[in-house]
């Protein structure tokens, strides 16, 4: 059994091959005919780059990298997806896939342990960062990159510090009524909206928007617990007027509010945020709305979704990761041995 705080990287491993990890799962079995994408070994490269040792962690991490930067054109903008034969099937965008990719290859260059691989990542978020888009989750992606490399680097890098402003700008203010975000309906992987705000407050100095991200956080946190437990946003989002359970849960939403906690916890050092660390890690042992674990304890690999009557027995890329990033930051709370 997977205990929260450990880190498996070989579900993973089983899921990649020589180009890169593919994107589904038939249970444990990659299915190889629906492609890779962007948005996976984006995720790959995050959460590949914040391990030390240098085993398949790193292998894996290269691979990652190397598709990452294969899809980026010279002017920064970035595809996607990727049939089983090597071949792009769709065009450049600023989309979510673009903001995914700044975020992986901002902590690589920041926090990589090779110094060649840094400089790989470098040079294409230094390309990627020139772009803007309209979106604003795929520009909160983006700041999670761009911040690593603000707070990071002793040389002043204006392209990533005006990235931060122009993300705060697309995320927009908060309301002063009851309903304390952005959007009118909570939509998916809402807790990186947060996290984006505190990061680029933190690098930037900027406590307005520093205060917002925390706001919107403890208003998040507090909406999606309920009896003790993450309760998170299902697909199709959640308005003001729904009330929970809701179903289907998605992994990713959880990772997201393990992330966002663990960032408010280091820039603010209040121990109140490692409750939702905590949570999250809880939410895939099995502290959830059906009390059901969500990953397998044989292959290692997430569940891709939390149903009403269990769990949706696939085993994708981005569950896996999505596990892997959450039981990374519950780690870093745990009591040394």
Not at 67 to 79: C, E, I, K, P, S
Not at 139 to 145: E, N, T
Not at 220 to 227: A, D, G
Request: net charge negative.
């Amino acid at each position: 059994m997977i205990a929260p705080g450990m880190v498996a990287f070989d579900h993973v491993d089983r899921m990649t091959d020589h180009r890169a990890l593919f994107e589904h799962a038939d249970g444990p079995v990659r299915r190889e005919g629906h492609g890779y994408c962007v948005d996976d070994n984006a995720r790959m490269l995050v959460v590949t780059s914040r391990e030390t040792d240098k085993g398949a962690a790193h292998r894996l991490g290269r691979l990652a990298l190397a598709f990452v930067l294969d899809a980026q054109g010279a002017d920064g903008r970035t595809r996607n997806r990727m049939d089983r034969y090597g071949r792009w099937t769709d065009h450049l965008s600023t989309d979510d896939c673009w903001g995914r990719s700044l975020w992986g290859l901002g902590v690589t260059a920041s926090h990589h342990g090779d110094p060649a691989v840094r400089r790989r990542a470098r040079v294409g978020f230094d390309n990627g960062v020139r772009q803007r888009s309209p979106w604003r989750r795929a520009m909160a992606f983006a700041a999670l990159g761009a911040a690593d490399v603000v707070s990071s680097n002793d040389v002043d890098h204006g392209p990533a510090r005006a990235l931060l402003i122009a993300a705060i700008d697309v995320i927009g203010p908060i309301t002063s009524g009851p309903w304390r975000w952005p959007e009118p309906r909570l939509a998916y992987a809402n807790a990186a909206l947060a996290e984006a705000l505190i990061a680029a407050g933190a690098a930037l100095r900027n406590d307005p928007a520093l205060d917002q991200g925390l706001t919107m956080l403890s208003w998040l946190l507090e909406l999606e617990t309920s009896r003790g437990h993450l309760s998170v946003a299902a697909v199709g989002g959640r308005g003001p007027l729904d009330s929970g359970p809701m179903f289907d849960q998605q992994p990713i939403e959880v990772a997201a509010m393990a992330d966002a906690c663990w960032r408010a916890y280091t820039v603010t050092g209040e121990r109140s945020w490692w409750r939702g660390v905590t949570a999250a890690a809880n939410w895939f042992a099995g502290n959830n709305d059906t009390g059901l674990p969500m990953y397998d304890d044989v292959s290692g690999g997430g569940f891709d979704g939390l149903q009403p009557e269990g769990v949706n027995l696939n085993q994708g890329a981005e569950s896996t990761l999505a596990l892997i990033s959450t039981m990374q930051r519950a780690r870093s709370f745990a009591p040394s041995p």
